[in-house]
């Protein structure tokens, strides 16, 4: 019975801090496969890896003694699970870099592989927490108190990967990309250290606190800004030529800080086919502005398919305007928009 509770405690808040993160990406929303492989890559490769890893690389260290204890933990088990869950936004790079617009971006893969990790750690400590009575303690530090840890430090390596993008001189890239990696794993090695020393240095606990929590204030903070640059590039592309005429209310709903009803959960099934369109539109927009906003500062090799990919989601948009069931377009058409171009949206469609 206990092992199905610590899987319940396990699994149910992590369940929720993942639909959290989606629905804090409150504009552009990441591909859903993507999402789910970043949360898949901490829950299961990454904590078996790191496992192996860390036995591996704190075998010399196996002896009894304080001095042991804090090398296992506050420097070997950082480094290792801090790279192995970076390899997951190292792989996004590598294969759907396009996907990556961002800060905010990097953050939501990074937080949801760090939510993954921390899921399947919880099970393990839960578990081993149930013969020596301290199952209550150990659920409450590390689900409530220090629940977001995880996701915290892999969110800051996520926050460096979407900032490093930007630049098209690799050593700055690189550079910056190192100093997100080493910054994890120092907000994460100051905390084990904390934790292991807090019997003997009891201020210690409440400093590990104030930092995790502090820091999550901080990545919280940076979300905010993130999205209020993404609600600034969608209303520089609707107060262009090149945007559609929209309704009063559509445009409120797009600019809108938190979203609409119908983008609250994943666009699945459930969702009638008003409401998916009315997704779509929303992320065609989204995805449109901000490519618009990246063209003027990206690297050369880069801007022809950013071109490209605002061509295909300009036509995108105009064929979800122009299908059945949406009726978003405001009385009078944009001038950019004729007759011609309605029939080629209706054909594509």
Do not use: C
């Amino acid at each position: 019975m206990m092992i199905f509770f610590s899987l319940v405690v396990a699994i149910l808040p992590t369940l929720f801090l993942v639909w959290m993160i989606w629905w804090a990406d409150r504009y552009e929303r990441e591909p859903t496969h993507l999402l789910i492989l970043a949360f898949a890559w901490g829950a299961l490769p990454a904590i078996f890896i790191a496992l192996a890893a860390e036995l591996v690389a704190g075998a010399p260290f196996n002896g009894n003694g304080l001095g042991n204890a804090l090398v296992q933990s506050a420097l070997i088990a950082p480094v290792v699970e801090e790279i192995i869950k970076g390899l997951a936004l190292l792989g996004l790079i590598r294969f759907s870099r396009p996907e990556i617009d961002g800060v905010l971006d990097g953050i939501v893969y990074g937080a949801l592989v760090g939510a993954g990790f921390a899921m399947s750690e919880n099970f393990f400590y839960f578990l081993s927490a149930i013969p020596s009575g301290d199952w209550m303690l150990t659920v409450f530090l590390r689900a409530i108190l220090f629940g977001l840890n995880h996701i915290f430090y892999t969110a800051i390596f996520g926050a460096a990967v979407g900032y490093a993008i930007r630049f098209s001189n690799r050593k700055i890239y690189s550079a910056i990309m190192l100093l997100g990696l080493l910054l994890a794993i120092s907000a994460h090695g100051f905390h084990n250290f904390a934790v292991t020393l807090t019997e003997t240095y009891p201020p210690l606990f409440l400093a590990t606190l104030l930092m995790n929590w502090g820091g999550v204030l901080v990545m919280l903070l940076i979300v905010l800004a993130s999205l209020q640059q993404e609600r600034n590039a969608i209303k520089n592309y609707l107060d262009s030529n090149e945007a559609p005429a929209l309704s009063s209310a559509t445009q409120k709903k797009l600019l809108a800080l938190l979203p609409p009803k119908e983008r609250l959960l994943p666009n699945w099934p459930w969702l009638t086919k008003k409401q998916r369109q009315e997704n779509q539109l929303y992320q065609a927009i989204a995805e449109l502005s901000l490519r618009r906003q990246r063209i003027d500062t990206a690297p050369p090799e880069q801007r022809q398919r950013l071109q490209q990919e605002m061509d295909a989601l300009q036509q995108l948009v105009h064929a979800l305007l122009a299908a059945p069931k949406l009726d978003y377009q405001s009385k009078f058409s944009h001038p950019t928009i004729d007759d011609g171009q309605k029939d080629k949206t209706k054909t594509a469609t």
